[in-house]
């Protein structure tokens, strides 16, 4: 019962710092995308199966630039930047691997949500992993550390 009420004590301030914590940061062209993976099966969004979680991946987009790089929360190592995108804003951008025409795959932002797009029929993309709000990612890590 105690740690049931930890748990609940953590995701509300996740849930309600985001907004306080997102004025204090100096860096608005960034957004970080948190993902968790279902072991078992997804009905409606809903994990009947274990959740795991992913490391986050960090965002840096540069409208004015035309420009997005990509790096894991994890690593302090120099962002990856993407070759070819198209950016409306901050948390609206489409980038790909390579400058064809019709690419085999599209990934990006859409109104703040992650996205991935195959174009091509030789490509599939399997939904491995599910984007999350922050403190459900934290609510799952914590149980993960602890339990």
Known sequence: MIRLIGYVVVAVSFWSL??????????ENEVTVYMLSCDGK??????????????PMIYKVLVDQNSVSARRMDDASRPQRFPYCVVLDTKSWWCQWSED???????????GQYA???TCMTVTTTQLY???????????RLHEKLG
């Not at 985001?18 to 940061?25: F, G, H, L, Q, S």
């Not at 025409?101 to 109104?111: D, K, L, S, Y």
């Not at 599910?130 to 799952?140: F, G, S």
């Open 101 to 111: 025409e019709i690419p085999n795959a599209r990934f990006g932002m859409v109104a």
């Open 130 to 140: 599910y984007q999350v709000p922050m403190w459900r990612w934290w609510l799952v």
């Open 42 to 55: 997804q009905v409606n969004g809903v994990c009947h199966g274990k959740e795991k979680t992913d490391i």
């Open 116 to 118: 991935e797009i195959a």
């Open 18 to 27: 985001p907004d306080t914590i997102a004025a204090w940061m100096p860096f």
